[in-house]
DNA sequence: ACCTCTATATATAAACA
DNA sequence: TTGTTTATATATAGAGG
């Protein structure tokens, strides 16, 4: 339903930020996943939401990330 | 050109899965990326190819990675 | 590995629940 | 925050170079 394509810079409305993180999440974590299954590849990842939540994901424990630093 | 949905498994053919694992970790990279950016989230992202070469994406420099064991 | 083409599958913005 | 719906944007499989 949008007319155009999405504009890539920051969306200023914070309610429509954390609907729209969620949706490409998602959406992110799907792609990973299947990145890895299907080609065989091993896959790190890691996402902090603007909220300072944590997602994480890793195709195998050999992929397993620690963070470096605290944001 | 493909007739039906993506069949999730591991594709056999080495050179098919060579390819589709370059076309696919570009998308995946590009996502990671949209996501920060349009959703001010932080986001670290390791794949390793199935040849074991390295790609990498961090959103910042909190979000660096060090990789926790050696496959 | 990486580009072009293009038909088709898939993701997703927006509105709403 | 998750889900549904739907129109549209975007990703991508497969073929060819």
Redesign the pocket.
């Known amino acids: ?6 504009e890539l810079r920051r969306i200023e409305d914070r ?2 930020r ?7 999440r ?3 974590f ?2 990973a996943f299947e990145l890895g299954l299907l080609c065989d590849a091993e896959v790190a990842l890691l996402v902090f ?1 603007p ?1 300072g939540r944590l997602y994480e994901y890793a195709s195998s424990r050999y992929m397993q990330v620690k963070k470096y630093k605290s944001v």
């Open positions: 339903a949008r007319r155009g394509p999405v309610t429509s954390q609907v729209r993180f969620s949706k490409r998602s959406g992110l799907k792609k939401s909220a």
